[in-house]
């Protein structure tokens, strides 16, 4: 069955350095995503990105934060200068979504990262 | 007020039992529903979508009535493996399709 991977699974940096999240969606998926989930809390939508270029992104989403599709496969998110409130589980999704499909998000295992 | 509200529980129920869980949504423009599942420390998994007729799957009935905006969902004859987390999710059209998650309701099923 396809699956979206994610790398690495945990990060641990210190805060004011820069991390790159991976992650390679399911081929044939045109729609991209970032979630955010920090510990005992919901799991929060950062951004959706369609075409090469952002679609949507929430307020969280500020100018600390980028993304890009840099080859056919891959889909990262940076985070330019890390906080310790950046400390969260980071999921990446796809999804195929057409106005008569499911609109089902598929999620990765998720990027642990932790900033001290 | 949160755009997507659970109780978060956690429901405690013996092996058997049947449990109910309840969520509303406040943007009546949302389009989508569905029924997501966590694990402790994993990826949300998709359960089941939420359909305006009610759907049914196995021992999993989830219910829809867009008036109240109001989401439920039902397992019957709870299992060990359906303690988890589970989340009531709405999708909606802004700029792009995207999914909204509530936080969630802990179902703890004991032996």
């Known amino acids: 069955e396809p699956e979206v991977t994610q790398t690495p699974s945990h990060q641990v940096t210190q805060m004011g350095q820069e991390v790159i999240l991976r992650c390679v969606p399911i081929s044939n998926h045109l729609y991209f995503y970032w979630y955010r989930q920090i510990l005992g809390q919901k799991v929060e939508f950062l951004v959706s990105f369609y075409n090469n270029e952002i679609s949507e992104k929430s307020e969280i989403f500020d100018d600390q934060f980028s993304v890009e599709r840099p080859d056919g496969s891959n889909f990262t998110l940076k985070i330019r200068s890390t906080k310790l409130e950046d400390s969260a589980m980071y999921f990446c999704?796809?999804?195929?979504?057409?106005?008569?499909?499911?609109?089902?998000?598929?999620f990765g295992e998720g990027s642990r990262l932790t900033v001290l | 007020r949160k755009e997507v509200e659970q109780d978060p529980g956690p429901f405690n129920v013996p092996e058997g039992a049947t449990v109910a869980f309840n969520c509303t949504y406040s943007n009546s423009a949302s389009q989508s529903f569905f029924w997501y599942r966590q694990d402790c420390r994993k990826e949300p998994k998709l359960l089941m979508s939420v359909y305006s007729s009610g759907n049914e799957d196995g021992r999993f009935t989830a219910q829809l009535n867009r008036a109240s905006q109001y989401i439920s969902l039902l397992i019957r004859d709870s299992k060990l493996s359906d303690s988890a987390t589970y989340l009531c999710?709405?999708?909606?059209?802004?700029?792009?399709?995207?999914?909204?998650f509530g936080s969630g309701t802990r179902l703890l099923v004991r032996p």
């Open positions: 999704a796809s999804s195929e979504f057409t106005l008569k499909g499911t609109g089902e998000l598929f």
């Open positions: 999710v709405v999708a909606r059209m802004d700029s792009s399709y995207k999914l909204i």
